[in-house]
């Protein structure tokens, strides 16, 4: 079966142009999640979807963060224009759906450098 | 606010030892405990979940424990190899609670 499947795996951008990051989850899992990771920290969600539908957005700056799940598969989370503290890695996970407890599948990440 | 607290400090044992990682939360009460393990580059890796009612949980040479009085749960690891040297993070959660992730702790196993 494959796994959480994230692209590119790294990106290296100039402060201020946009970036945007995919994720294809593991087939049949309703809720995806992104997360972003700094160096040293666990990660940090930024947004969960329930299906099509955004359940927790609460920690998404959506000043300059967008993110969508348009046919509750795959989905793009950009971020317009990218700053300097943008750069981190940013992991997609996936579940099977329904509760917060469930365990999480996660891929391998992009790496984010802005300069 | 939630606050979840992992040895800051990397963890150095030697092979063969017992590794035990420490998970402290406060504000909140968590019917559930994952412990996840994350190796540099890749994503977290799903290791187990405790329930609320339960104290002890085994998978191998894996344990784990959760005081809901003390709110604390501690990993262990027996036996320990050098491939197990890598990064463990706790996630206390539970029902649609919001998932905040540990710090983790950096655990390096010598030969």
């Known amino acids: 079966e494959a796994g959480v499947v994230q692209s590119p795996r790294y990106k290296i951008i100039e402060k201020k142009q946009p970036v945007a990051f995919w994720c294809n989850p593991i087939?049949?899992?309703?809720?995806l999640y992104w997360y972003r990771q700094n160096l040293g920290q666990g990660p940090e969600l930024l947004i969960r979807y329930e299906n099509e539908e955004a359940v927790d957005d609460s920690q998404l700056p959506k000043d300059r963060f967008s993110a969508e799940r348009l046919k509750g598969v795959d989905s793009t989370l950009k971020i317009q224009p990218a700053e300097l503290g943008d750069s981190a890695v940013y992991l997609c996970a996936s579940s099977p759906g329904g509760t917060a407890q469930e365990t999480q599948y996660f891929g391998p990440g992009t790496r984010l450098l802005v300069l | 606010s939630q606050k979840i607290e992992q040895n800051s400090e990397a963890l150095n044992i030697q092979e063969g030892k017992t590794a035990t990682l420490t998970c402290n939360y406060t504000n909140y009460s968590p019917a559930y405990l994952q412990w996840y393990r994350q190796d540099p580059g890749r994503g977290p890796v799903f290791l187990l979940l405790?329930?609320?009612?339960?104290k002890e949980k085994r998978k191998e040479r894996l344990k784990v424990t959760f005081d809901t009085t003390l709110k604390q749960s501690l990993f262990h690891i027996t036996a320990s190899q050098p491939a197990d040297s890598a990064t463990y993070l706790c996630?206390?959660?539970?029902?649609?609670?919001?998932?905040?992730f540990g710090a983790g702790t950096r655990l390096a196993v010598h030969p």
């Open positions: 996630v206390p959660s539970g029902g649609y609670n919001k998932l905040i």
């Open positions: 405790i329930r609320e009612n339960e």
């Open positions: 087939s049949g899992h309703n809720t």
